[in-house]
């Protein structure tokens, strides 16, 4: 049995950094049935993903469908929630507001790295692409290790 029904990928504005890591996940796993969702944190009203991460993601073979950014909320999360950020200052808001989540890690943190997952919003194309190219390996480092626990 899985130790987390819910995965939940944050990002500042669930434009572009979370939705690409939703996106690569679902593409890797398809037979588990723990639920995968992206929100931000700073979401003031519904947007479609950046077109720049739209662009990048089509180019890899894959899309969120309709995806507009929503914002991360206390019942989207329970103790069977893990909750992956790209930053750790988005970690330390998640668990400063969040009484609810316990276990939340940047996603490198979960993958055994350091640092931060640059915000690539506002860079070019290729900032996008490395983006995409460093979130698809820290993704691929947490399929395998939710399968090993």
């Known amino acids: 049995m899985e130790k987390y029904h819910k995965l939940i990928f944050v990002c500042t504005g669930n434009t572009c950094r979370s939705p690409m890591a939703e996106a690569i996940y679902k593409s890797l796993e398809k037979i588990s049935e723990m639920k995968i969702i992206s929100r931000g944190l700073v979401v003031l009203f519904g947007e479609p993903i950046n077109p720049k991460a739209d662009v990048v993601l089509k180019k890899h073979d894959l899309e969120l469908s309709n995806h507009v950014s929503k914002g991360l909320k206390t019942s989207d999360i329970d103790e069977n929630t893990l909750i992956l950020t790209m930053t750790a200052n988005q970690k330390k808001k998640v668990i400063d507001t969040y009484q609810n989540a316990i276990n939340v890690f940047t996603i ?10 640059v915000d690539p919003y506002g860079g070019s194309l290729i900032d996008y692409e490395e983006c995409y190219i460093e979130l698809a390996r820290l993704v691929k480092k947490t399929v395998y290790k939710l399968h090993e626990d």
């Open 108 to 117: 490198k943190e979960f993958a055994g790295e350091m640092g931060d997952v």
